[in-house]
Structures are given as structure tokens and as C-alpha cells.
Nanobody, 122 residues
Framework: VHLVESGGGLVQAGGSLRLSCAAS????????MGWYRQAPGKQRDLVAT???????NYADSVKGRFTISRDNAKNTVYLQMNSLKPEDTAVYYC?????????????????WGQGTQVTVSS
């Protein structure tokens, strides 16, 4: 199973970016999927996710500005980021809890993408 992110870049404060994360491989089901971010010298924190129950969960700092969405047919999750602030600058990582079929048994593992840099200038 692989997660491939795209859409990061440099934007001025107040601008917008849209991140995408596509999961590929022998996927049986995606149980949860979402976005985390890590700024230099800080821990990796939740930004927005779809839970295993299909609910959305947002960090307080991004509520009202960021929107997570998904395309189940494409195993893809998106993060629309509006009204960006310099403090949103970080590497954004996609995360997914995936059940896959090995050909014999089913396994469930947690996967991370390689990360995409988002830089917001003031």
C-alpha cells in the first residue's frame, strides 16, 4: 500500500491550497484517512481526518478554514486549505489505516505518505 501526496507549495497569507492523497495497492478497505502536519522542531499533529465511522475530525486551529473531503472510488482524500496563515507552514503528511488482502489473509496496517511542504509567507 502506498500513499502519494501532492498539492503543496508556497502561498501568501490569506491564500489557498488543495492537497491530495491517493492510496494504491491491494486495498480491501480504508478504515480511516486524513492529514497531519509537522512544523520544524515540533511534533506531528492532527489536521483533519475521516474516522473509521466516516465522521470528520478537525484541529481547532483549522476549523472554518480547512475542509477535508474524499473520493472513495479513487481511494483519495483531499484537504482544501483556505485563509492560510504563516503558522500553517509545515510538512503535511497523509495517513491511512488500511485493510489489505495478501492473497491468503487480511491485514490492517497504518500507513504514511512521504509528506508535502506547505509554506505560507506573511
Amino acid at each position: 500500500v502506498h500513499l502519494v501526496e501532492s498539492g503543496g507549495g508556497l502561498v501568501q497569507a490569506g491564500g489557498s491550497l488543495r492537497l491530495s492523497c491517493a492510496a494504491s495497492g491491494s486495498i480491501f478497505s480504508i478504515n480511516a484517512m486524513g492529514w497531519y502536519r509537522q512544523a520544524p522542531g515540533k511534533q506531528r499533529d492532527l489536521v483533519a481526518t475521516f474516522t473509521s465511522a466516516g465522521l470528520t475530525n478537525y484541529a481547532d486551529s483549522v476549523k472554518g478554514r480547512f475542509t477535508i473531503s474524499r473520493d472513495n472510488a479513487k481511494n483519495t482524500v483531499y484537504l482544501q486549505m483556505n485563509s492560510l496563515k504563516p503558522e500553517d507552514t509545515a510538512v503535511y503528511y497523509c495517513n491511512a489505516d488500511v485493510t489489505y488482502y495478501s492473497g491468503i489473509v487480511y491485514y490492517t496496517n497504518d500507513y504514511w505518505g512521504q509528506g508535502t511542504q506547505v509554506t505560507v509567507s506573511s
